[in-house]
């Protein structure tokens, strides 16, 4: 089977990582972007304010073949008509009055007579508000969680984009389901991928209705059992200790004459994760290195950025 070549047609998170998957698995992706505008990751309004922005457009594109084009040219949508002809499937994201100016509109589209796969990229079908990928968390109902135990009156979002990463996933994912779809039936195949839906489905099993009901907040990844935690320690650094199997939490005790039998690792009761915190708090990060390197313990070191 020949080499498959997607063209990115998106920008900012979600069809770029999906773009770059894509890439990682071997297949050529071709990214095409507004010779003016760019992507906003890398020009304009993101990358003005907060240059991380850029070094995320160079981690999610550095791979993929990069187009510029003037999407207002009168020859643009011939010239991306000529790469749609040599492509198996297509991440798009862009406005409605663009997808009719660049032929990539639905009637457009329907007149091709080859085998093409793609998978539209939009906020929501059900929620008409714009959206980031804080506000699907939000309206997810996931991001109650993250402020389960909080009273400040400023708190910090989770640093990572959970919900922009999982839809990234999912559109990657579905483009690959297309492909297959469209070189069966031999047309063209088109799909829509939702944040906010893609969301949902991807997080509500790991906090679904039934916990929900219960009012649960804390579980084994968030901090529930002294088992599985992070502790500080003497230098400022911290340990993540994730010691949950039988072995692990046996071998540790043992090692570091932590006095917390193994039922006891399960315990919520705050004095059992002290006994645990007051060990660690007692030993530097070189310490615990050495006694640990050639032990399996499920426990990792993470150095404080200074």
Request: glycine fraction near 4%; include cysteine; charged fraction near 30%.
């Amino acid at each position: 089977m020949s080499r498959l070549k997607i063209l990115d047609l998106s920008h900012r998170l979600p069809g770029p990582l999906a773009g770059k998957i894509l890439h990682d698995l071997g297949y050529e992706v071709i990214k095409i972007e507004d010779e003016k505008y760019k992507d906003p990751f890398h020009r304009g309004m993101f990358s003005d304010f907060d240059d991380a922005f850029d070094d995320w457009y160079k981690e999610l594109n550095q791979d993929k073949k990069l187009i510029r084009l003037d999407f207002r040219a009168p020859n643009a949508k011939a010239l991306i008509h000529e790469q749609l002809k040599k492509a198996d499937g297509v991440l798009l994201s862009m406005s409605p009055k663009l997808k009719e100016t660049l032929g990539l509109d639905d009637k457009s589209l329907n007149e091709l007579k080859q085998s093409l796969a793609l998978v539209e990229l939009e906020a929501s079908k059900t929620h008409k508000k714009a959206m980031h990928d804080l506000n699907a968390l939000a309206l997810s109902g996931f991001l109650s969680l993250h402020l389960a135990h909080e009273t400040a009156q400023i708190v910090d979002p989770p640093f990572f984009p959970l919900a922009g990463i999982a839809f990234g996933q999912q559109v990657a994912t579905q483009l690959l389901a297309n492909i297959i779809e469209a070189r069966e039936e031999k047309k063209i195949i088109k799909s829509v991928s939702y944040l906010y839906e893609t969301t949902e489905a991807i997080l509500t099993p790991f906090w679904s209705k039934k916990l929900r009901a219960q009012k649960r907040t804390k579980f084994l990844h968030n901090g529930a059992y002294p088992c599985y935690s992070l502790y500080r320690l003497k230098d400022g650094n911290y340990v993540a200790l994730a010691a949950v199997e039988e072995k692990f939490w046996v071998d540790l005790i043992s090692l570091f004459h932590i006095s917390l039998p193994l039922e006891k690792r399960f315990d919520k009761d705050p004095a059992a994760f002290q006994k645990v915190a007051d060990t660690f708090a007692k030993m530097d990060a070189s310490e615990i290195e050495n006694i640990t390197q050639d032990k399996e313990l499920c426990l990792s070191i993470v150095r404080k950025i200074t």
